[in-house]
């Protein structure tokens, strides 16, 4: 079983989970498109619902086949990555701009703390703002407490290399997510993309963290407990 990434053998899995899955997928698609536009219109409306349902499943499926492509390319090497001047501020206000709707009923106000409008690193423009988006989608879905997530940047170093931190939280957290723990790419409703988005990071000579749990005063009891920042997330990449 593969369970770790880096494996030379994940690419060759992933490549031949791809090749099997599309076909089927297309012939579904295929089949179930020409149903819901059969011009003599013989479904009810309650049949056409559930057939619609099951279209944006089988799409969704498509999607994600689509991301074990992508992960697979990343992971053999077979995509070139651009290594070019890029605006970080600017590039963090794309990725908050590419963020899908939510749900009817909730609006997440994302703010951007730039420490230098003009902060500058080097890479793939369009794959990091794809990577950005990945995980301020994952992070938002997270959020529980209030409904404003902050994203601060700021620059320093990191094994003793000029980097850009940018810090993922909630602002009453966001001073207390600075600790370096691993990040959970394996969360539910996010498909690859969070593992998609770390790999592309790390091509870009960056890392990403998640927050370790801390230790805090239980006010309702003399005891302690463990406070766990979800919705946070700090990543690293070289300043140009």
């Known amino acids: 079983m593969i369970d770790v990434l880096g494996d030379p053998r994940l690419p060759r899995l992933l490549s031949q989970a791809v090749h099997e899955f599309r076909t089927p997928l297309s012939v579904i698609l295929g089949y179930l498109r020409l149903v819901l ?28 086949v689509t991301e074990m492509s992508e992960l697979s390319q990343l992971e053999k090497g077979e995509i070139t990555l651009r290594h070019e ?16 709707e939510e749900l ?11 420490a230098d409008k003009q902060t500058m690193i080097r890479g793939d423009a369009t794959r990091l703002t794809r990577a950005f988006t ?6 938002r879905r997270e959020i529980v407490a209030s409904d404003q997530l902050l994203i601060r940047e700021h620059t320093g170093t990191f094994k003793e290399k000029r980097v850009v931190w940018i810090r993922f939280a909630e602002p009453e957290h966001i001073d207390e997510v600075g600790s370096l723990g691993t990040f959970n790419e394996w969360r539910g ?5 969070l593992i998609t988005a770390r790999t592309v990071i ?7 963290f998640g927050p370790s749990d ?3 005063k239980d006010p309702d009891s003399d005891g302690w407990k463990t406070e766990s920042f979800k919705a946070a997330a700090t990543i690293a990449l070289p300043v140009s």
């Not at 003599?40 to 498509?62: A, Q, T």
């Not at 790390?202 to 990403?208: L, R, T």
Request: proline share 5%; aromatic share 2%; glycine share 6%.
């Open 85 to 100: 001047p890029v605006n970080l501020p600017a590039l963090l206000k794309d990725a908050v701009a590419a963020l899908p």
């Open 134 to 139: 990945s995980v301020l989608f994952a992070l």
């Open 37 to 64: 536009k059969d011009p003599s219109n013989s479904l009810d409306s309650r049949h056409r619902k559930m057939l619609e349902d099951v279209e944006k499943s089988v799409e969704k499926v498509r999607h994600l």
């Open 189 to 193: 409703g996010c498909g690859l993309s």
């Open 214 to 216: 801390q230790l805090v």
């Open 104 to 114: 009817e009923g909730r609006r997440t106000e994302i703010t951007i703390e730039a």
């Open 202 to 208: 790390s091509a870009h000579g960056g890392a990403i």
